[in-house]
């Protein structure tokens, strides 16, 4: 990590938006520079969001998964007590690819915990899609582009919630989604995903 100094596979600090939402904690197996495509991060990264692979997200799932019982163990929380929710890819992505990353890397996830599957707690309802847009641009187009599903964030109070993304650049789509289920009052909001985008000043 460029601010720690720990490995970032065991850095859990969180980027600057997800900590303004109540995300204090991001957990994370790597890093990754789009623009070194030929990079082994990046080459798993590109197959996680071109081919749908139920392999590829059940090893993720695998690697992911002990840092978060490792995190449960330090908050004093157990998997009864904890609800994994991903965030939704938009309707153009989903046309385009036909399958959600996110939602199965969650489903992996919940499967390896030994936790039930998860239900969408948050839904799309709009948005273009983020990698078009600018830092400033994501956060507006993230923050609308989200809602609660009411009859599923009603059971959120007091549980240990983490949010499942595959990649978090600016950490605007999982800003967006905390704000969206902070008002059914969770006891925890952590996040976990497979890469962070390098810094613009390290590449």
Not at 116 to 130: C, D, E, L, N, S
Not at 161 to 169: A, C, F
Request: hydrophobic share 35%; net charge positive.
């Amino acid at each position: 990590c460029h601010c720690c100094g720990y490995p970032v596979e065991d850095c859990k600090r969180s980027v600057p938006m997800l900590a303004r939402h109540g995300v204090d904690t991001l957990l994370k197996l790597t890093e990754y520079d789009p623009q070194k495509p030929q990079s082994v991060a990046s080459r798993m990264i590109f197959k996680l969001k071109d081919k749908e692979s139920a392999e590829l997200h059940a090893y993720l799932a695998c690697e992911l998964a002990p840092k978060i019982e490792e995190q449960l163990v330090r908050l004093g929380q157990t998997r009864e007590n904890t609800v994994l929710v991903w965030a939704p890819r938009s309707k153009k992505s989903l046309r385009e690819r036909g399958f959600d990353q996110s939602k199965g890397l969650c489903t992996a996830l919940a499967r390896e915990l030994g936790m039930p599957k998860p239900t969408q707690t948050v839904r799309r309802t709009g948005g273009t899609v983020q990698k078009m847009l600018g830092g400033e641009q994501r956060a507006k187009n993230a923050f609308s582009a989200f809602e609660a599903v009411p009859k599923h964030c009603a059971s959120l109070k007091g549980k240990c919630v983490i949010l499942v993304d595959d990649v978090v650049t600016t950490g605007s789509t999982l800003s967006a989604v905390a704000a969206k289920i902070k008002p059914f009052k969770p006891g925890h909001i952590l996040a976990a995903c497979i890469a962070v985008d390098v810094p613009l000043e390290r590449r």
